[in-house]
């Protein structure tokens, strides 16, 4: 076929996609919601907003100062993937799409065996714990909510909000609307804090319809190796490839594994350089870890991660996360 | 040249001179049409943001058709990680949206899938001059790139149509 037949041909093809496509009557008033969920842009210099960031920052100030006072001695920090250390679970109302604000989620801490931990459910959620686990080839694909808990959950939302907070340790998750992609799957953006960095969390219905995150892919980073296959495993040291963007091109990377009461075990973590200034550079880097020992009591599924820790406070930016198939 | 200077109390003009070719342009290489619904509105509220409210209405169709095409393919390549990790699962993938599937032929869907399966410089390039008919100085501008970079990535992605195209007959 010659080029002029393939120049038609593709001009009758996009005349035909794009003449059927009519913008929806609402997205004027869309746009502007948008940006008034971002903050008029005219009205940034204002003496007006100026007033209302500066009150806002000194009852921030106070509020955080009370906190520390309030809160008992010792490094109350938290690293990813802890929270799950303590059987913390989360539910929440199905409804709760995007503000962090009027949020109703809850959390109980509960100790014990597996399928003994405890979860508050408010009166209007729809999140339920389900005794019934996934399969084992579902458990391959599962990042969050770990597949040993109770922890299920009835939204995709939901199950975002639960990664990004408890996993992923966001300091203000800001969770968007769920993007179908077949009828059992698709993402949900969240955002560590309003206007922060995006990161895509997928998700999947699995063991009857509750959901699960099954990765996660921080806007600037991307992790092309390891691929998913038939031979896919941790191998020690664990290769990762990618490109990233990312203070001082800093990325850090953890192979986690859980045990079956929730409690995190690192098999291994360094970091990775990528680019720190636009556009992304690739990175590439072994990751000292070790392999999990014969008997050990694990998940057989664990968690590769990487993240971009904040300059200023050291919480997660965004995070990439797959899971990752652990040698036994 | 006098610049005449557009406040976002002026969107409205915005967005009835560019709103609808630019749904257009990203349904050229994204399916969902709610996906470059919301690409073009994060388009314009970048570039609002971007420009402090302000923006120069002979810039403003360049900047929001960058913005669209770095969207959309940000888009594309979150999609293609996805699309890797469901290849996992048990279930099928993303399925071409429902308006694909039953309001195009048999060549459109073709044309389509094989533009979209090209290296990013090279469809945009072609979704730019085929769609919009932007001369290569225009394209440049948009992408970024020099004149003769467009017409590298229009010539090679029209031999890779030709290729992928003849491939399937």
């Given at each position: 076929m010659n080029?002029?037949?393939?120049?038609?041909?593709?001009r009758?093809?996009?005349?035909?996609?794009?003449?059927?496509?009519?913008p929806?009557?609402?997205?004027?008033?869309?746009?502007?919601?948008?940006?008034?969920d971002q903050?008029?842009?005219m009205?940034?210099?204002?003496?007006?907003?100026?007033?209302?960031?500066?009150v806002?920052?000194?009852?921030?100030?106070?509020?955080?100062l009370?906190?520390?006072?309030?809160?008992?001695?010792?490094?109350?920090?938290?690293?990813?993937?802890d929270?799950?250390?303590r059987?913390?679970?989360?539910?929440?109302?199905?409804?709760?799409?995007?503000?962090?604000?009027?949020?109703?989620?809850?959390?109980?801490?509960?100790?014990?065996a597996p399928?003994?931990s405890?979860?508050?459910?408010?009166?209007?959620?729809?999140?339920?714990?389900?005794?019934?686990?996934?399969?084992?080839?579902?458990?391959?694909?599962i990042?969050?909510?770990?597949?040993?808990?109770?922890?299920?959950?009835?939204?995709?939302?939901a199950?975002?909000?639960?990664?990004?907070?408890?996993?992923?340790?966001?300091?203000?998750?800001?969770?968007?609307?769920?993007?179908?992609?077949?009828?059992?799957?698709?993402?949900?953006?969240?955002?560590?804090?309003?206007?922060?960095p995006?990161?895509?969390?997928?998700?999947r219905?699995?063991?009857?319809?509750?959901?699960?995150?099954?990765?996660?892919?921080?806007?600037?980073?991307?992790?092309?190796?390891?691929?998913?296959?038939?031979?896919?495993?941790?191998?020690?040291?664990?290769?990762?490839?990618?490109?990233?963007?990312?203070?001082?091109?800093?990325?850090?990377?953890?192979?986690?594994?859980?045990?079956?009461?929730?409690?995190r075990?690192?098999?291994?973590?360094?970091?990775?350089?990528?680019?720190?200034?636009?556009?992304?550079?690739?990175?590439?880097?072994?990751?000292?870890?070790?392999?999990?020992?014969?008997?050990?009591?694990?998940?057989?599924?664990?968690?590769?991660?990487l993240?971009?820790?904040?300059a200023?406070?050291?919480?997660?930016?965004?995070?990439t996360?797959?899971?990752l198939?652990?040698?036994m | 040249?006098?610049?005449t200077?557009?406040?976002?109390?002026?969107?409205?003009?915005?967005?009835?001179?560019?709103?609808?070719?630019?749904?257009?342009?990203?349904?050229?290489?994204v399916?969902d049409?709610?996906?470059?619904?919301?690409?073009?509105?994060?388009?314009?509220?970048?570039?609002?943001?971007?420009?402090?409210?302000?923006?120069?209405?002979?810039?403003?169709?360049?900047?929001?058709r960058?913005?669209?095409?770095?969207?959309?393919?940000?888009?594309?390549?979150?999609?293609?990680?996805?699309?890797?990790?469901?290849?996992?699962?048990t279930?099928?993938?993303?399925?071409?949206?429902?308006?694909?599937a039953?309001?195009?032929?048999?060549?459109?869907?073709?044309?389509?899938?094989?533009?979209?399966?090209?290296?990013a410089?090279?469809?945009?390039?072609?979704?730019?001059?085929?769609?919009?008919?932007?001369?290569?100085a225009e394209?440049?501008?948009?992408?970024?790139?020099?004149?003769?970079s467009?017409?590298?990535?229009?010539?090679?992605?029209?031999?890779?149509?030709?290729?992928?195209?003849g491939?399937d007959?």
């Amino acid at each position: 076929m010659n080029v002029e037949d393939v120049e038609d041909r593709l001009r009758r093809a996009i005349e035909a996609r794009t003449s059927s496509v009519e913008p929806s009557p609402d997205a004027l008033g869309r746009i502007n919601e948008k940006l008034s969920d971002q903050g008029d842009p005219m009205d940034l210099s204002s003496t007006r907003t100026r007033w209302i960031l500066g009150v806002a920052a000194a009852i921030v100030l106070v509020a955080a100062l009370l906190a520390g006072l309030m809160l008992p001695g010792g490094d109350d920090r938290t690293e990813i993937g802890d929270t799950a250390d303590r059987r913390t679970t989360t539910t929440e109302d199905s409804t709760t799409t995007t503000e962090p604000s009027g949020d109703r989620t809850t959390t109980t801490e509960a100790s014990g065996a597996p399928g003994t931990s405890s979860t508050t459910t408010p009166a209007s959620s729809t999140t339920t714990t389900q005794p019934a686990g996934p399969s084992e080839t579902d458990q391959s694909q599962i990042v969050w909510p770990r597949p040993s808990s109770d922890v299920r959950f009835d939204t995709p939302e939901a199950a975002a909000r639960s990664f990004a907070r408890y996993y992923a340790r966001f300091r203000d998750p800001v969770v968007g609307a769920f993007r179908p992609g077949d009828s059992r799957s698709g993402e949900v953006p969240v955002h560590a804090f309003a206007g922060g960095p995006e990161t895509t969390v997928l998700v999947r219905q699995l063991a009857g319809d509750s959901w699960f995150v099954i990765g996660a892919q921080a806007e600037h980073i991307e992790l092309t190796s390891p691929t998913p296959g038939p031979d896919f495993s941790l191998g020690c040291p664990q290769h990762v490839a990618g490109t990233a963007l990312a203070f001082e091109g800093t990325v850090q990377v953890r192979i986690d594994a859980y045990q079956p009461d929730g409690s995190r075990v690192e098999l291994g973590s360094g970091f990775v350089t990528g680019s720190g200034s636009p556009p992304a550079g690739p990175y590439e880097g072994n990751i000292s870890c070790r392999l999990t020992r014969s008997g050990e009591n694990v998940e057989p599924t664990g968690i590769l991660t990487l993240w971009e820790p904040s300059a200023e406070d050291g919480s997660t930016l965004a995070i990439t996360a797959i899971p990752l198939p652990l040698v036994m | 040249m006098m610049v005449t200077m557009a406040a976002t109390n002026d969107l409205e003009g915005l967005y009835r001179e560019h709103y609808r070719s630019l749904v257009r342009l990203a349904s050229v290489l994204v399916d969902d049409v709610a996906t470059c619904e919301e690409l073009v509105q994060d388009a314009f509220v970048a570039v609002l943001r971007r420009s402090g409210g302000w923006v120069d209405d002979d810039a403003a169709p360049a900047y929001l058709r960058s913005a669209v095409l770095n969207g959309a393919r940000s888009h594309l390549r979150k999609q293609q990680v996805r699309r890797r990790w469901l290849q996992r699962a048990t279930l099928p993938a993303d399925q071409p949206g429902a308006d694909v599937a039953t309001m195009h032929g048999d060549d459109t869907r073709t044309m389509l899938a094989a533009l979209r399966s090209l290296p990013a410089r090279q469809r945009e390039v072609l979704a730019l001059r085929y769609y919009l008919d932007l001369p290569e100085a225009e394209i440049a501008a948009t992408l970024g790139i020099s004149a003769g970079s467009v017409k590298t990535h229009a010539h090679r992605g029209l031999a890779a149509l030709a290729r992928r195209v003849g491939e399937d007959r």
